[in-house]
């Protein structure tokens, strides 16, 4: 065993070599040091404000909805580890990839019919975008590049993700003249229960009609707008698109990594709308929050189309793709999801988001608070404080990430009721003195 180090060692160290998301180099403020995980509980390797514990309402951006060492998940980890960890994909298969892309044809929306198995969220939309893309050419249509879709999104981190992230919170005057340039319409108007509004409907139509000529694909998170700005909009829209882009021959591209699972209180955000993209990621809470992996779902339309291309394969194949252990455990995840009543769950958190969260619209400095399913929102008048926001919810012994002007939380499915209540406690607590 190496030696063990101190708490202080690990984070001068860290601070010194190790990158965190959208950090600074060398860092400049202390993470904090965690331990162990258990059910919806972060265990600090120190105390901070008192606390050694901390209830997570994160569930580690969308992915553990089963919360932490699961025993379900714990034993397909474990007994897919006793078999093997990884074996490459190429010219091998195995049955934890196999069952996984069944079982994901099987709950998503008809037709999605083949399974592309990548290693995160962001690789996953370039695999959707590359299919695409691949599809138009093989159809001889190669001018069908470009991609269109609202303002407001979040698509990961890769270049041709961020294309299509919100053009001024995705920095896309840093990038200007590297990334492609893509189509945007208006972000779509707030709110889920929102009559969807005609004149935005007419726009859609019309920037997909007049651009149809060098389209790929509309590509959107459907129903919410997660780390572009934590927003809901009408399932109306979805559909808007779906006989728009059917209408000129543009596919659909639904990214639902962040909605998938059951998190909007319907399995995929796609169910709000009864509609079927044409390609459709998955991510984040596919695995449970153990392990890394996601998958792009298409047609059989868009295969066949592939295939008939001069070049009729998909050109994509990374090292780790259908990596068995993390298949494993997606499957034990998903059937964990669905052996319990999880929409009742997801309604049972909807409904404490509601009641636990409304008392922050009465401080002053809250713009609005929006829950839907297992999502609860803050949005502030003013760009969050961070450290004293997030000093503000470990002093009630929670977790929380904010950024902007939002203070959010998605918990663990698994959530009891007292520690539901303590998070929205953390929330109100940290709207009021971020
Ligand atoms: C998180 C996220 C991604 C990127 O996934 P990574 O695994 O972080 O690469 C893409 N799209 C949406 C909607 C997301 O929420």
New binding site residues.
């Given amino acids: 065993m190496p030696e063990p180090l101190s708490p202080g060692e690990l984070l001068d160290l860290d601070r010194q070599h190790v990158w965190h998301p959208y950090g600074p180099m060398p860092g400049r403020t202390a993470p904090l040091l965690v331990e162990s995980a258990s059910g919806v509980r972060l265990r600090l390797a120190e105390p901070v404000e008192g606390r050694d514990e901390l209830v997570d309402g994160m569930s580690s951006?969308?992915s553990a909805v089963h919360g932490y060492n699961h025993p379900v998940l714990n034993e397909a980890a474990h007994g897919q580890l006793e078999r093997m960890s990884h074996v490459m994909f190429g010219g091998l298969t195995h049955e934890p990839a196999v069952r996984l892309a069944k079982r994901l044809v099987d709950i998503t929306p008809e037709p999605l019919e083949h399974v592309f198995l990548a290693d995160?969220?962001?690789?996953?939309?370039e695999v959707a975008v590359k299919m695409c893309l691949q599809y138009w050419r093989s159809l001889g249509k190669p001018r069908k590049q470009r991609l269109l879709t609202w303002r407001g999104?979040?698509?990961?981190?890769?270049w041709q993700?961020m294309s299509v992230c919100d053009p001024d919170g995705g920095m896309h005057e840093l990038w200007q003249g590297v990334l492609p340039r893509q189509i945007f319409a208006d972000a779509p108007p707030a709110g889920f229960d929102a009559a969807p509004d005609e004149a935005y409907a007419a726009q859609l139509r019309e920037l997909i009609g007049r651009h149809a000529e060098e389209l790929a694909a509309v590509i959107v998170?459907p129903v919410v707008q997660?780390?572009g700005g934590m927003s809901f909009h009408s399932p109306g829209y979805l559909r808007v698109l779906r006989e728009a882009c059917d209408a000129h021959g543009v596919l659909l591209v639904f990214?639902?990594?962040?909605?998938g699972f059951g998190r909007t209180g319907s399995l995929f955000a796609a169910g709000h709308a009864g509609v079927t993209p044409d390609v459709m990621?998955l991510?984040?809470a596919l695995t449970g929050g153990y392990l890394?992996l996601?998958a792009t779902l298409c047609t059989a339309d868009v295969a066949d189309g592939i295939s008939r291309g001069a070049l009729p394969v998909l050109a994509h194949g990374p090292t780790f793709m259908g990596n068995p252990l993390a298949a494993a455990v997606a499957e034990a995840s998903i059937e964990l999801l669905l052996s319990q009543d999880w929409a009742q769950e997801v309604k049972r958190i909807e409904t404490g988001l509601r009641e636990g969260l409304a008392p922050a619209a009465e401080h002053a400095g809250v713009r609005e608070v929006r829950v839907l399913g297992a999502i609860g929102v803050v949005q502030l008048d003013h760009e969050v404080d961070m450290a004293a926001a997030t000093r503000a919810a470990v002093r009630e012994g929670v977790w929380l990430r904010p950024f902007r002007d939002l203070i959010y939380t998605m918990p663990p499915y698994i959530t009891g009721d007292d520690d539901l209540a303590r998070i929205c406690a953390a929330v109100c607590a940290a709207a009021r003195e971020g």
């Fill in positions: 951006w969308w995160s969220g962001s690789v996953s939309v999104g979040y698509h990961g981190d890769t993700p998170e997660g780390a990214d639902e990594i962040a909605t990621c991510g984040k890394t996601a």
